[in-house]
């Protein structure tokens, strides 16, 4: 139940931020320190939604289990740096995951 | 305010125009799709959030704290500091529809989002008939919104019928490491990503998933200490954000 309307009032708020300077039509001058914060917004976000999903997938496994998101993430990484793709990490580090899973439940 | 073989002609132009970006957005709405489908909360919830939050990262955020079972006032509050640069756009495009009716102001609001603003501010440079370009405008918008949609569509449909050992939850995080690696480049985007990383697993334990709010907060002050780049100060607010539905 919750979940509907968490995502009905933050489709709200978000449409009403779209609407906002639309409908009072004049021109809002954005401060420039808001322009700059609000580049910020998303890749703060990501970068702690990163952390906290790696942490989780981590979490209730041993350590030496723990090792193959770990690695997932530094193949991933790697993949990212040498294509410059961000898809990449998905391409490499799922098959990076699953082959260091099987390898470290044996 | 569609009606003559122009206008069919301006829409696709439109349509033509948002190709490009299609490329970028159809694979992230694919990892929505997904993510929805493997998230604790219903599919049909998860992709509710492509018609009603319609802005990639802030559906990101939402389907991932209801599913690690954020309070619901932090996860609206996230959203929408995810999606207050929405404001600037509602801003740029507000001079080009002033005087137009009110439906259009309410459908073209909604289509609002980074690739639209992108074709659509293309189009109101390049033609000086207005008409014309609110409906180049639409032609894209409406091509962007019907991809995205089915791209969710489809990732979550495939979501559902795929084997625990497969554990896409992971996807996420990785496509989520994958956004990020590249903006490392950016001295206040590094800033910004490491303290937002650090709080977030700091914080972990943190009651109501606070730390992610934190984590953000967090991130953008220690963004805000970076000396601004000089082409900061571009009125171009595209500039500055990722190619796809952000």
């Not at chain 1, 410059?84 to 899973?101: D, H, N, Q, R, V």
């Not at chain 2, 609001?109 to 405008?137: K, M, T």
Request: glycine content about 8%; hydrophobic content about 60%.
């Amino acid at each position: 139940m919750n979940a509907w309307i968490v995502i009905l009032a933050a489709g709200l708020g978000s449409y009403l931020f779209r609407l906002s300077a639309i409908v009072l039509i004049d021109r809002i001058a954005m401060p420039a320190y808001l322009q700059r914060a609000s580049r910020l917004v998303a890749p703060a976000a990501f970068a702690a939604l990163a952390a906290t999903g790696v942490a989780a997938a981590c979490t209730g496994l041993g350590i030496t289990q723990a090792a193959a998101p770990l690695a997932a993430v530094a193949a991933a990484v790697i993949a990212v740096l040498r294509t410059g793709s961000s898809y990449a990490a998905i391409l490499i580090g799922m098959p990076t995951l699953w082959i260091t899973t099987s390898l470290l439940s044996h | 305010m569609i009606s003559s073989l122009a206008d069919r002609h301006d829409l696709a132009a439109g349509a033509r125009a948002m190709a490009p970006w299609l490329l970028g957005i159809v694979p992230f709405g694919l990892v929505i799709g997904l993510s929805a489908a493997q998230a604790d909360i219903p599919t049909l919830a998860g992709w509710l959030t492509g018609p009603l939050i319609y802005a990639g990262s802030a559906q990101v955020a939402t389907i991932q704290m209801l599913d690690a079972g954020a309070a619901p006032i932090v996860v609206v509050v996230a959203a929408l500091v995810i999606n207050i640069r929405l404001l600037l756009y509602s801003a740029t495009m507000a001079p080009y529809w002033r005087g137009t009716p009110w439906w259009w102001r309410l459908l073209a609001a909604y289509l609002l989002i980074d690739p639209s603003l992108a074709v659509g501010l293309d189009g109101y440079e390049r033609l000086a008939d207005q008409h014309r370009a609110h409906v180049r405008y639409l032609g894209g918008a409406v091509l962007l919104w019907a991809s995205w949609l089915a791209a969710i569509s489809v990732g979550a449909t495939v979501g559902v019928g795929l084997p625990a050992w497969l554990h896409l939850e992971f996807v996420i995080p990785l496509f989520l490491v994958g956004e990020a690696v590249p903006k490392l480049a950016n001295p206040a985007l590094r800033r910004a990503i490491l303290a937002a990383a650090t709080v977030a697993l700091l914080a972990l334990s943190a009651p109501l998933h606070l730390g992610i709010a934190l984590a953000i907060a967090a991130g953008i002050a220690a963004g805000l200490t970076a000396q601004p780049a000089v082409s900061a100060r571009s009125a171009h607010p595209l500039q500055h954000t990722t190619e796809a539905l952000r």
